[in-house]
């Protein structure tokens, strides 16, 4: 009676938030109806048939929604926390939206879930997950989670307690994820990158360390448009065209093919229905005007200014926002370890392709450097981190409210927007594009 009186009450909920347009409904529902039923998550997990827990630093949606993907394109009936809403409360508020009552309870066929590396230590285990993933572990939140080692000893204390018929996927590139294989009772399989890695934060990822179970291998990048690369498992290899950019990216495909192949799922023919996959809000997605980027973490931050920083042109411009509310990770001062150099190099870059009778004809030619907006509540953080990067400060446009900054990015804008801002700064330009 508890179970159903804590489901109808964060339905209620569901529907007065949505109709009265003060949020999703995606966080206020499972944490008003854990009061009334603690047990809640574990309870509507059991009706499950199979669940899947993805953690780690970066990642963690792209990774989730790539799963799905495979999933619904295998006839399966799935679940999962889109709204990136990765706490316990977000968990059972998804629940709650997808459990009916009448005419017979749901049944669904499989529960990915993406877990905040916190919650992670608290949730997976009410879950009862056939599969989890560990990504990456990266400095991220200090104010939240410590150093990555307090991170990484909490995974290993949580992974003992996991029986060991479950299947454990770690990246194999990261030294840091890697040292979970000691804590657990069952086989843990890896995957990782031929030739292009990005190695975790400490340690110096050593060659006789890789025996990797899933592996991306004669990696061609293709900027923007994504990748091509041969995906190796244990039985064949398989050509693959991902149509999402960067390094970082192909991981997330391992990850979700891993997961795929050990939930038995056909991924010699899932492979061809990645053309029809588009990306969750935010992760490269795709505007008439340009592209938005999340970042949030140094080893995030410098990634993405990576993979755009070869495909910026004169007459491009970057619109940067940077909050500290408490989702996003109150201390800013990670910016100061994410390179922002690159966006510099990129300008000048830009700049050298232009002829010299081009500039001295064309004074008011664009100059990237000229068309870079920092927007947030910490504007002005942002504004003094690309000055020590290198950018002339008279040339960076600071807006701290984002809807004027969009506005002021757009004007007169010849190329490319791109925008590259933290989380909650994303849920608000979300909002505004609306």
């Known amino acids: 009676m508890r179970l159903i009186v804590a489901v109808l009450l964060g339905k209620l909920i569901v529907y007065l938030t949505r109709l009265l347009k003060i949020g999703g409904g995606s966080a206020a529902p499972g944490l ?21 827990v993805i953690t780690g630093t970066n990642g963690k949606t792209t990774t989730a929604k790539m799963l799905a993907h495979f999933a619904k394109a295998s006839g399966l009936k799935v679940i999962r926390n889109h709204t990136g809403s990765n706490l316990e409360r977000g968990i059972a508020s998804t629940l709650i939206s997808n459990y009916t009552l009448y005419p017979i309870p749901y049944t669904l066929d499989l529960g990915i879930w993406e877990l905040d590396e916190a919650a992670f230590n608290s949730v997976a285990l009410k879950l009862k997950p056939d599969v989890v993933v560990f990504l990456n572990i990266f400095r991220d939140q200090l104010d939240r989670y410590g150093e990555i080692n307090t991170v990484l000893k909490n995974w290993q204390e949580t ?11 770690v990246n194999g590139d990261d030294a840091n994820t890697l040292k979970l294989a000691t804590s657990f009772k069952g086989k843990v399989q890896k995957f990782g990158v031929k030739d292009f890695k990005i190695v975790g934060e400490g340690i110096v990822h050593k060659k006789e360390q890789e025996n990797l179970d899933f592996e991306a291998k ?36 391992l990850a979700a093919f891993a997961c795929a192949y050990n939930l038995k799922l056909p991924i010699h023919r ?32 410098t990634q993405v200014f990576e993979t755009i920083a070869p495909n910026i042109k004169t007459g491009d411009r970057l619109l940067l926002a940077l ?9 800013v001062s990670w910016i100061w370890d994410a390179n922002f150099e690159n966006l510099l190099t990129l300008s000048l870059r830009a700049l050298a ?57 757009r004007r007169g804008l010849k190329g490319q927007l791109f925008i590259l801002p933290t989380y909650t700064a994303m849920l608000e330009l979300q909002s505004i594009l609306v």
């Open 32 to 52: 008003y109806a854990l009061s009334i039923e603690p047990d809640l998550v574990e309870k509507l997990a059991l009706k499950i048939s199979k669940n899947v």
């Open 159 to 169: 992974l003992k307690k996991i029986p060991s018929d479950t299947k454990v996927l």
């Open 218 to 253: 004669n990696v061609k990048l293709n900027g923007l448009e994504g990748s091509v690369f041969s995906l190796r498992t244990t039985n064949y290899e398989l050509r693959t065209t991902l149509p999402l950019p960067g390094i970082y990216h192909i991981y997330d495909a």
């Open 270 to 301: 899932l492979a061809d229905t990645l053309k029809s996959y588009s990306p969750a809000f935010g992760r490269v997605e795709k505007l008439p005007f340009g592209f938005i980027f999340l970042i949030k973490n140094p080893a995030g931050a």
């Open 323 to 331: 909050n500290d509310n408490l989702a996003d990770g109150t201390d």
């Open 353 to 409: 392709k232009q002829s010299r009778k081009e500039i001295a004809t064309s004074p008011a030619s664009p100059d990237p450097r000229n068309d870079i907006i920092a927007s947030g509540s910490r504007a002005h953080d942002l504004a003094v981190r690309l000055k020590y990067a290198g950018f002339d400060p008279k040339k960076i446009t600071v807006e701290p409210d984002l809807q004027k900054a969009l506005r002021e990015a």
